[in-house]
């Protein structure tokens, strides 16, 4: 900055942004310390006697004048894993709720700070703001619960919906080849996103009070692989054991025949990049790992060296498209993804696109028997389900009303409204698909290369692919941005670093994955977990408290796909072992 503008002039600019930024939560706006430091700094730089910029707290220290540099074995580029559109220059805490800058080219600013309060406000039952809609069953009330600092969900030792940070859902299903395997058939009783709340006067579908989460230290590796290193350095490994009470059930008929995992939720920076990653990219990767590994059966045909159908998402408008998001890969665009499918799930907000309930028949059967349901609904007339006021009505209208197979369509007893707006969906979309990847960190250190030099050569970046290219992005988009000729940012042409293949490998855990196979978790911006979200939990079901223990996992049988990288990070010194986890948490 030169020194011919007006100090009052950047004072404006500095107050115009606080003012702006209004919408955004505390972590925003309640820094007064930052904010004096912006003031100083801007005071600082506009100095004809300063020339050279200081660097403020959120790019660090240690890295100034080393950014956007070639330096040892990384490329300039890779100190913006985001891409020039996508990558934030803040590493400091709340990094992880940071903007693209292509949030600002496109004049979406305000769309994007009311999106991320649409993510943070608890939703309601009943309200006249844009919070409306909560229920009649809920996995959560906001969705910042399950996502602190917006980033991975938190261990916890109980399961309790209210408690901040616990981003575990409940995985239920009929197991297959054993009590205790992996795979097989969610159950139809329940959501396939156990919902264990509900508003007045019903019942929770699943009583938390019965489910019982234990944290058990494992004793042996299946592998034989010794719990600690050649060097005599001893590792820990610890992983969940998950049951629920038939009670606790509140549907009829009460499910049998069960097994139980955690999945928890995963960071949603950077979530916009991937969805800009052209379909062709994505199977030049199957076609390059299929000749060496075998790949999920029901996505890629080996024979054909092509996808199998399993790999296509049809979505609303039939626009057919190749799975991308979420553990099991289960979605095709992020705009129908986790977070757009989240908002109407998990506090059970309907939308124009969703204007109905997520319940299930077994729920709704159960609640239109239960006394005391009934009796609380006959002491309300105003109560929507309230019919004609008689028992035999009102239990029909509660079937009628909370039954998905008739919810959809039947408006005898209820006109089923859309409770959040399509302008509330646009900006929470665009706050989604706008949140930047904090850039990398420490990139001159010597250590640090030298852990990307081992991260190659042990063979971590087979999966863990480091770098990608995103297409035009002509992204997907649901009916009420469509209709209302709304655009969301765009990352088009971008060199990113994420850190993964985009499919899906196995690795055999104790208690593991419902499914068996699991994508590939992106690894970008993970490094700063702690400072974000006051955790470093990893892995599907944070059964990992740090990088030491999550690699370790890979290595629990030599069924994993991962098994033989991971030895041979076991076989390095403890320095090198060292330098490979201070090179994940600089990327």
């Known amino acids: 900055m030169q020194g011919t503008f007006s100090v009052q002039f950047i004072c404006f600019i500095i107050l115009n942004n606080t003012i702006n930024s209004i919408h955004m939560n505390i972590s925003h706006f309640s820094k007064p310390l930052f904010l004096c430091g912006m003031l100083s700094l801007a005071l600082a730089s506009c100095s004809d006697n300063d020339p050279e910029p200081t660097p403020s707290p959120s790019t660090g220290e240690a890295d100034y004048g080393y950014v956007g540099k070639q330096v040892g074995n990384f490329l300039a580029e890779e100190w913006y894993p985001g891409g020039e559109l996508g990558t934030t220059e803040n590493t400091a805490a709340g990094c992880y709720e940071d903007e693209t800058p292509s949030i600002q080219n496109a004049d979406l600013m305000n769309a994007f700070l009311f999106g991320e309060m649409l993510f943070e406000h608890d939703f309601t039952e009943k309200s006249t703001s844009s919070f409306a809609g909560l229920g009649p069953a809920y996995v959560r009330s906001s969705c910042i619960d399950c996502h602190p600092g917006y980033g991975h969900g938190k261990r916890v030792t109980s399961y309790n919906a209210d408690r901040r940070g616990n981003g575990y859902l409940l995985v239920i299903y009929h197991p297959v080849d054993g009590q205790n395997s992996d795979d097989g058939p969610y159950i139809s009783e329940v959501t396939g996103m156990p919902q264990t709340r509900a508003t007045y006067p019903f019942l929770p579908p699943v009583d938390e009070s019965g489910i019982h989460l234990s944290w058990e230290t494992l004793t042996a590796m299946e592998s034989g692989l010794p719990m600690q290193f050649p060097d005599g350095e001893k590792y820990e490994l610890i992983y969940p054991e998950l049951s629920i009470d038939i009670d606790a059930f509140n549907t009829n008929p009460k499910p049998s025949n069960l097994a139980f995992r955690l999945e928890s939720t995963i960071g949603l920076y950077g979530t916009g990049l991937l969805d800009a990653i052209p379909e062709d990219s994505l199977k030049a990767q199957y076609q390059r790992e299929a000749p060496y590994t075998e790949l999920n059966p029901n996505f890629w045909d080996k024979d054909a060296n092509d996808w199998a159908a399993g790999a296509w998402y049809t979505l609303a408008d039939g626009t057919q498209r190749i799975k991308r998001f979420t553990y099991a890969m289960t979605r095709a665009s992020l705009q129908d993804g986790a977070g757009a499918n989240a908002m109407w799930n998990i506090p059970n907000v309907s939308r124009s696109d969703r204007p109905y309930l997520y319940t299930t028949a077994a729920w709704a059967q159960a609640m239109s028997e239960n006394p005391d349901v009934i009796a609380k609904i006959k002491a309300d007339p105003s109560s929507p389900y309230y019919h004609d006021g008689t028992e035999a009505g009102i239990a029909q209208a509660v079937r009628t009303l909370l039954d998905p197979s008739t919810n959809q369509f039947n408006n005898d007893y209820h ?78 042409h971008q060199t990113i670093y994420p850190y993964t293949d985009m499919l899906q490998h196995r690795l055999y855990m104790k208690n593991g994955i419902h499914g068996s196979w699991c994508r590939t978790t992106p690894l970008w911006g993970r490094g700063l977990s702690q400072a974000n979200t006051g955790a470093e939990d990893r892995l599907h079901d944070c059964r990992a408290r740090n990088e030491i223990e999550a690699i370790m996992w890979h290595a629990y049988s030599k069924k994993s796909d991962a098994y033989e990288s991971t030895y041979k990070f076991y076989q390095l010194s403890k320095k090198e072992r060292d330098a490979v986890v201070k090179f994940l948490r600089s990327i």
């Open 415 to 492: 006109n089923f409204k859309p409770e959040m707006s399509d302008n509330n969906f646009w900006q929470f979309m665009a706050w989604h698909r706008g949140l930047a990847v904090p850039r990398a960190r420490d990139l001159h250190d010597s250590d640090v290369q030298l852990g990307k030099k081992l991260f190659n050569e042990i063979g971590c970046a087979t999966c863990h692919r480091p770098k990608w290219q995103t297409g035009t992005d002509n992204y997907w988009a649901p009916a009420p941005i469509v209709s209302n000729n709304l655009s969301l940012p765009t990352y088009p």
